[in-house]
């Protein structure tokens, strides 16, 4: 029960003095630490795009309440509801994704507001519950939203020259682009008409139809307009100019909407998150220059990790001058693995196999618990509680990796995990 406000205003009067009075040191917060803060605009932006990325900064923040448009059906009041701080969501906040497979074909079970579980509902509507039917699901834990601008920006070309689908050159990594339908796209959540301009904006143009994935734990999204877009509608059933339809769940028969005026967000709203999340700096780095960050470095690079988890990438052209050609470090290729029998959820999106996930970029994995409130959790779903828990689910593509960590002495495997941390 909250505490009536003549009762905090008469603490306030109690405790103030005593604070005041027990030390001789004014009570000042702390400097922020820069090397342990995941969010910030990267450096250099002119006054108007700091004004912008603020703009947008304050809409991924603000929470939404059904008289904004909120819901009928939802996950989430606010962007930062799961992404805190712009770091890695707990599992607490996990989204579940489910489906079933019918006669050799995955069903994303729309009739039951699948493929995404609105477990929340503004008054007077039924939040959904996972129907009976439903034989895969998954849950995903909202990733860190630090550096994307500098993802979004590697050109298709440089994705592509990473895969190897038949594993050509026989290191038993045979990762491979998720190519999303633009079919599926203006199904899902995008125009025709917003993805000509988004690949005008971002350079990624379409190949025989289809786009290359880079963004969501299967590289289901194509660039940070349609993250966004989907986000707006799927996690908390706010409309916008993209998508001008409240959430549709025939299983709880919310078709009339939330009786806000659509769109419930402007284009301008849209564009300010997208150029939020693309200004937002990358992870900082720690320790780098400790000999066991360093040795632990070299040691990851040898057992197989960088194999899939690529240190150094480049940035293709971007509207914005100081991620346009830039070297940048996130640990990633942003391809599909085949990640084995550990990692099976049974859940599949695009053209991603059940047991196949993007690989996740590493930086910032080191402010993972400091993200998270105190504890950690990794992967997908926030199964795994610590960096060696996480290394052991890696079978399949990463089951070699896996065996060549295991096999180091300790001393070892606390030098790459000393690496990991400075991410």
């Known amino acids: 029960m909250p505490m009536p ?22 009570f000042l917060p702390g400097a922020i630490d820069p090397t342990t803060t995941l ?36 996950v989430a009041t606010s962007c930062e509801s799961c992404h805190v701080g712009d770091g890695k969501g707990h599992p607490l906040f996990d989204i579940t994704r489910f489906g079933r497979y019918a006669e050799g074909l995955f069903d994303r079970m729309p009739a039951h507001g699948g493929p995404q579980l609105q477990n929340r509902a503004i008054l007077g509507y039924a939040a959904e519950q996972l129907p009976a039917g439903a034989t895969a699901i998954a849950r995903f834990t909202a990733p860190a939203v630090t550096g994307l601008g500098y ?22 990594i045979s990762g491979r682009p998720s190519m999303v339908d633009s079919t599926d796209l203006v199904i899902d959540v995008i125009s025709v008409s917003d993805l ?41 059933g706010i409309t916008s100019e993209h998508v001008p339809q409240d959430l549709y769940s025939p299983h709880v028969g919310s078709q009339g909407g939330d009786g806000v005026a659509d769109p419930e967000v402007s284009a ?6 997208v150029f939020y999340l693309r200004t937002l700096r990358p992870p900082p780095r720690r320790n780098a220059g400790d000999a066991a960050v360093q040795e632990g470095e070299a040691l990851f690079t040898q057992i ?9 990438l480049r940035a293709g052209r971007s509207d914005i001058p100081q991620i346009s050609g830039a070297l940048f470090s996130p640990y990633t290729d942003l391809l599909l693995h085949d990640m084995g029998s550990e990692l099976d959820d049974g859940y599949t999106e695009g053209d991603a196999a059940p047991s196949e996930w993007r690989t996740a970029p590493l930086w910032g994995i080191g402010l993972v618990e400091r993200a998270q409130g105190g504890g950690a ?32 002495d300790a001393a070892k495997q606390a030098r790459l995990l000393a690496f990991l941390r400075s991410l």
């Open 377 to 408: 959790h990794y992967l997908h779903d926030g199964r795994a509680t610590s960096l060696p828990d996480a290394i052991r689910f890696h079978g399949g593509e990463g089951a070699s990796s896996r065996a060549a960590f295991t096999a180091l």
């Open 196 to 236: 000509a301009a988004g690949a005008e904006q971002t350079r990624h143009r379409p190949t025989g139809g289809q786009y290359v994935g880079r963004f969501g734990k299967k590289a289901r999204t194509i660039n940070l307009l349609h993250q966004t877009v989907f986000a707006y509608s799927e996690d908390m």
């Open 268 to 273: 301008a709203v849209v564009d300010a998150v």
């Open 151 to 172: 993802l979004e920006a590697l050109d298709d070309a440089t994705i592509l020259a990473n895969a190897d689908p038949t594993d050509a050159n026989g290191d038993g």
């Open 304 to 312: 197989g990790c960088s194999a899939c988890h690529i240190p150094t």
């Open 39 to 74: 969010d910030g605009p990267i450096d250099g932006l002119s006054a108007t795009q700091v004004a912008t990325h603020a703009r947008g900064d304050a809409e991924f923040a603000r929470r939404f309440a059904a008289i904004d448009g909120l819901g009928p059906t939802f």
């Open 5 to 26: 406000s003549r009762r905090l205003s008469a603490l306030r009067f109690v405790l103030v003095p005593m604070l005041l009075l027990a030390c001789g040191e004014p």
